[in-house]
Antibody, heavy 120, light 107 residues
Framework: QVQLQESGPGLVKPSQTLSLTCTVS??????????WSWIRQPAGKGLEWIGR???????NYNPSLKSRVTISVDTSKNQFSLKLSSVTAADTAVYYC????????????WGQGTLVTVSS | ETTLTQSPAFMSATPGDKVNISCKAS??????MNWYQQKPGEAAIFIIQ???TLVPGIPPRFSGSGYGTDFTLTINNIESEDAAYYFC?????????FGGGTKVEIK
């Protein structure tokens, strides 16, 4: 059973960079059948897909966040990471990492999420 | 970008009830619709794929229907353990988008 676990600071100051890591267990991040994705949910709002990375390092980002997002992968540690720059209070949200089918069909496994608050 | 309009946002049900949750897409997405269940503090669970296919291990009281723009998640004979947040996801086009979610309470 694949498990994903988010980690990183729960508090980030405005204008700084939010950094999170997702550790994958129960399966290899180098599997060619999946993307590795980040999704977020602000309090009281719906989910927003942030972006994804393939094991090769190829990325896709949501156009609404593309200018501020970087997703990277470390196959030696079975981890992938999210960086979101120039954060504001609007970036306060629960951030989820997830596994997404490479050949379509959406997300199959999710992490439990981690709350990141942007505040001075 | 495809907008998913999910309803209702909240519902209260009694054990044994049949519950329907709707997800309407702003454009045709074929059957590229998934449904998920999430309980507080836990990872979301994948329950319906490709609009109608029950994910292995999910109880058969859960079912999905629909195609194109209108989709429904149905829970038959709802049980207390089904109290959760449910949401839909479309994977037909980029970027992936989600419905606003439905909180289901069991009386």
């Amino acid at each position: 059973q694949v498990q994903l676990q988010e980690s990183g600071p729960g508090l980030v100051k405005p204008s700084q960079t939010l950094s999170l890591t997702c550790t994958v267990s129960g399966g290899s991040i180098s599997s060619g059948s999946y993307y590795w994705s980040w999704i977020r949910q602000p309090a009281g709002k719906g989910l927003e897909w942030i972006g994804r990375i393939y094991t090769s390092g190829s990325t896709n980002y949501n156009p609404s966040l593309k200018s501020r997002v970087t997703i990277s992968v470390d196959t030696s540690k079975n981890q992938f990471s999210l960086k979101l720059s120039s954060v504001t209070a609007a970036d306060t949200a629960v951030y989820y990492c997830a596994r997404e089918y490479y050949y379509g069909s959406g997300v199959d496994y999710w992490g439990q999420g981690t709350l990141v608050t942007v505040s001075s | 970008e495809t907008t998913l309009t999910q309803s209702p946002a909240f519902m209260s049900a009694t054990p044994g009830d049949k519950v329907n949750i709707s997800c309407k897409a702003s454009q045709d997405i074929d059957d590229d619709m998934n449904w998920y269940q999430q309980k507080p503090g836990e990872a979301a669970i994948f329950i319906i794929q490709e609009a109608t296919t029950l994910v292995p291990g999910i109880p058969p009281r859960f079912s999905g229907s629909g195609y194109g723009t209108d989709f429904t998640l149905t829970i038959n004979n709802i049980e207390s353990e089904d109290a959760a947040y449910y949401f839909c996801l479309q994977h037909d086009n980029f970027p992936l988008t989600f419905g606003g979610g439905t909180k289901v309470e069991i009386k």
